[in-house]
């Protein structure tokens, strides 16, 4: 999750030892700097009231005119409640424009990078969710012989930029532990169609597993869902729904949160008024806290110590409140919120727990998989 609220982006290249191998990567993935400040909420709702009357002039002059309509009227206090019940609709929906970012960095929307420089196989294809939003994806499959029998990682992004930005470390996951890998543009990303929501996420990440489902190229068996920041919510209720859990074959979740609400109270300085704010007026909810408890699949939670925009101890409330039988939680010193893949030893965990859950898998149609809980510091 690379921005809510009065989070700023940087976009450049950052150049790192890659944990997946021993050359240097360059990623053009946003950086996140979070800062609080005892000006986060003033900054908030000045951008707030500027962005609306930007965008919203027509309807701003047109509801100033109703309210001096309903004063004529009505008199003072119908005139008040209008004005107040018009404050909440516009706030509750400007909740979107403070977490979705398809527009960071800039031509986002416009340009997404092709795996074609690395020499791999690879497709770009569209697939429509069961709305009707057409949605973009990049596939990469392992060569000829390897691609049938290959765990497939179904990569599910953070909340700014496109799928090109992940390539640098889809490639690298993709090389190191032999996967075959699906990365899926939300709705309003890159070049898929659409607008954003938390109900629409749900639908794309669902339209991917069952495009993945329709593949006789590949073990229907093995997939992966790997979630970071943002999509690790997307990912958990995917591990949770009813109709695909049972399609899942392992769950990975990267420096993702434990909800939005929760969040809130983390980016502003305004806590004391947030936490008396009830769950429904938050358009956007992500309660992942509240689902992962019904998550059965083996699941790894991937934390990096260094996230200074999604605190980790978030990770460790989710994996203890996890349901799964089999868990791991892997923790990276210097790991940041985007670049915990770049540490040392990070594409060794993935495979290593991709062979486990293997392994258990095997155990299972015989009854004697056991309970592992286990915390590994890297």
């Given amino acids: 999750m690379t921005k809510l609220g009065t989070m700023k982006h940087e976009h450049g290249h950052s150049h790192q030892q890659c944990g997946c191998g021993k050359q240097r990567l360059s990623t053009a993935v946003p950086h996140s700097i979070p800062r609080r400040s005892g000006f986060a909420f003033i900054q ?3 951008r707030f009231a500027i962005d609306v009357l930007v965008k919203c002039w027509a309807l701003c002059s047109t509801g100033l005119l109703a309210v001096l309509l309903f004063y004529w009227l009505y008199g003072g206090w ?15 929906n400007y909740q979107d424009y403070l977490l979705y970012y398809p527009e960071v960095p800039k031509s986002s929307r416009l340009l997404v990078q092709s795996p074609q420089g690395w020499n791999i196989p690879f497709e770009s294809l569209f697939i429509k969710a069961r709305d009707g939003t057409r949605l973009h994806a990049l596939f990469l499959k392992q060569p000829e012989g390897l691609a049938a029998n290959a765990p497939t990682v179904l990569f599910l992004h953070g909340n700014a930029g ?28 890159g070049k898929s169609d659409g607008t954003p929501t938390e109900t629409g996420l749900y639908l794309d990440a669902q339209a991917a597993v069952d495009f993945l489902y329709s593949r006789a190229d590949i073990n229907q068996r093995k997939i992966v869902v790997f979630g970071r920041s943002l999509g690790g919510a997307v990912g958990v209720h995917l591990a949770t729904h009813s109709v695909f859990r049972d ?17 809130a109270t983390i980016i502003f300085s305004v806590k004391r008024i947030l936490k008396w704010v009830p769950v429904w007026m938050y358009k956007n909810q992500f309660l992942s806290i509240k689902k992962i408890g019904q998550c059965s699949r083996p699941t790894l939670f991937v934390s990096g110590l260094a996230d200074q925009l999604i605190p980790p101890y978030m ?27 770049q540490c040392d030893g990070y594409c060794d965990v993935i495979r290593r727990f991709l062979q486990e859950v293997s392994q258990a898998h095997g155990l299972e149609d015989t009854g004697e998989i056991h309970q592992d809980h286990t915390i590994l510091d890297i």
């Fill in 247 to 263: 399609r899942i074959f392992a769950v990975i979740l990267e420096n993702t949160f434990t909800s939005i609400p929760h969040m």
């Fill in 162 to 189: 496109n799928i090109g930005h992940r390539l640098v470390n889809a490639v690298a996951v993709y090389a190191a532990v032999s996967v075959n890998v699906l990365l899926l543009e939300y709705r309003g990303y």
């Fill in 315 to 341: 990770m460790q409330l989710l994996f203890q409140e996890s349901g799964s039988v089999y868990k791991r939680m892997c923790t990276f010193p210097t790991g940041t919120h985007n670049e915990t893949w």
């Fill in 78 to 92: 119908v005139a008040s409640i209008v004005v107040w019940i018009s404050i909440f609709g516009i706030f509750y």
């Fill in 44 to 46: 908030v709702v000045s």
